[in-house]
């Protein structure tokens, strides 16, 4: 059975006591057993990854995760953060290839392939974002664009490698904006990458691996998203940043 996942990506907000109270109060409000027995992932920045640990050390059901790692294992690469790094602080995910950092940092598929290598190598679990503008959108060219970053982030994976992946489908005009993809959108999108990787990679292989959807999920259409058979979670940006929402939102499974 894949699992279902709830990924709160806090990008560069909060400082260090609002984190502290932020993930201490997910903790509270998260019951020991969620709905859909999810996952709780809690992605805050880099600095606040000790602080938000020692928050959630006592609860089964939530996990570190870091917004980006290195595609270079250690050196002159001032500013950057190894997944070895990210590894010894207590991280178990760490999102690579996040819609922002292809943007605003220039990162091509190369790299997110060289970061996914990085992060499985250092014992990190990938979540892997893919998503195509409102551009491709209307070109109709959707499908073909996001198969395009997948196979080059993605398949130089090994089987085994590969059964570690999570991949987060987030359309790049619906991430931030308020304005969620369609369920219809959303599930047609989930099936044609589960249907990549059965041909890349096998039957049990696709349906182990979890798909989350990402772009302006909230308590209002969360669970109508995860009812869908190929949607398996969220990565969730504004939301994750108010505790109650957030919680609603990983409460939505059925
Ligand atoms: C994100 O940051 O990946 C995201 C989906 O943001 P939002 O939920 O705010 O659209």
Not at 10 to 29: F, Q
Not at 219 to 245: I, R, T
Request: net charge negative; glycine share 8%.
């Amino acid at each position: 059975m894949r699992k279902n996942i709830i990924a709160g990506n806090w990008k560069m907000n909060k400082s260090i006591d609002e984190g502290k109270t932020l993930a201490s109060s997910v903790v509270n409000m998260v019951s020991s057993k969620l709905p859909g027995d999810a996952e709780v992932i809690i992605i805050p920045p880099f600095v606040h990854l000790t602080p938000v640990k020692d928050q959630i050390e006592s609860a089964l059901n939530i996990s570190l995760g870091a917004q980006n790692c290195s595609n270079h294992d250690s050196g002159a690469y001032t500013g950057e953060v190894s997944a070895n790094m990210l590894r010894n602080v207590g991280v178990k995910y760490v999102i690579v290839g996040h819609s922002e950092r292809r943007e605003f940092f220039n990162e091509d598929n190369a790299i997110m392939a060289e970061k996914t290598t990085k992060a499985l190598a250092a014992g990190l679990i990938p979540i892997f974002c893919c998503g195509e503008s409102l551009e491709v959108r209307k070109a109709g060219e959707h499908e073909k664009f996001v198969s395009n970053q997948i196979e080059e982030g993605l398949f130089h994976l090994s089987l085994d490698e590969m059964s570690k992946v999570v991949i987060a489908y987030e359309p790049i005009w619906a991430i931030g904006t308020g304005e969620t993809a369609s369920t219809k959108q959303v599930q047609e999108m989930h099936r044609s990458i589960r249907l990549m990787l059965m041909d890349q990679y096998g039957d049990a292989a696709a349906e182990e691996t979890s798909i989350l959807y990402g772009g302006s999920v909230k308590p209002e259409n969360a669970e109508e998203l995860f009812s869908q058979s190929d949607v398996d979670g969220g990565l969730v940006g504004g939301a994750s940043l108010k505790a109650q929402d957030f919680v609603d939102i990983a409460n939505s499974f059925k």
